[in-house]
């Protein structure tokens, strides 16, 4: 492990970020997920990939009660949620990105994020004016600069790139001090220059965050993490490094066709 990946990990703590024991979950007979056992240490990064098909969102959807986990124990910073439903989940620090955009494209970038933190504050239900020097704003404003948006941050979202929306969508998962972030392939429908800039963002993140990255984009995804676990139909197929699982033969041969070169 390089020196400075173990400096950030001794730095965030020693309990687990997240263990799943034994997780499945059924969609009537089919089993879309079979005995996930799974551990994440605080501020670790990690890739999940897989085929289509292989139970990547479902996996997402269990750990964050969207689909409660048919049997099996999940585990976060050592309290059980298992049976916790998705706003408990995200009062405890987990956040997440979906695939397909939840954003308000009617406001600004400043308006979206701002009521992700007033969403997660204690004042939210306020229907005052933000005054200028109120918290929330600067903490918006410091969460838009995180994600390089600051050039845009009184546009409209419908006027934002595809890229540009993506990288909003970060800093919503952002807001509220998250402990631990899911993102669902943020570099779907990235030109090569805004697949770069979501790596700059991904790997700038504060060293306690910790995330897991569903990603098709495999050379994304390998840039931006320390540990990968590879899925296929449903259940974990190999662990490892990313060096390790970029070269490993079955790998190459289930996921990548045997032709990928990093």
Request: hydrophobic fraction near 40%; aromatic fraction near 6%; proline fraction near 5%.
């Amino acid at each position: 492990m390089p020196a400075n990946v173990a400096e950030r990990l001794s730095a965030v703590g020693t309990a687990n970020a997240l263990e799943l024991r034994g997780v499945t979950r059924l969609f009537g007979a089919l089993a879309a997920l079979v005995d996930i056992t799974l551990t994440v240490r605080p501020g670790e990064r990690r890739a999940v990939l897989g085929s289509n098909g292989a139970g990547k969102t479902t996996l997402f959807n269990c750990i964050t009660g969207d689909f409660p986990a048919s049997s099996g124990t999940i585990r976060f910073f050592s309290e059980d949620v298992t049976h916790f439903p998705p706003h408990e989940r995200i009062r405890r620090g987990l956040r997440r990105t979906y695939q397909i955009s939840a954003l308000f494209t009617g406001l600004t970038v400043l308006d979206n994020v701002y009521l992700a933190c007033c969403g997660i504050s204690r004042g939210r239900f306020s229907l005052l004016r933000p005054r200028r020097n109120d918290a929330l704003v600067a903490s918006a404003e410091n969460l838009i600069q995180a994600v390089h948006l600051a050039g845009v941050r009184d546009q409209l979202v419908s006027e934002l790139s595809h890229g540009q929306q993506r990288q909003l969508e970060i800093a919503l998962a952002l807001a509220g001090a998250p402990r631990f972030i899911l993102f669902d392939e943020p570099a779907a429908g990235l030109s090569p220059t805004e697949r770069s800039e979501l790596v700059e963002i991904l790997t700038s993140l504060p060293a306690h965050i910790g995330y897991i990255v569903i990603e098709h984009d495999m050379d994304v995804a390998l840039r931006v993490v320390e540990s990968v676990t590879m899925m296929h139909n449903g259940r974990i197929f190999k662990e490892g490094r990313p060096e390790e699982i970029e070269s490993d033969p079955e790998v190459q041969e289930l996921y990548l066709g045997g032709g990928h070169h990093g």
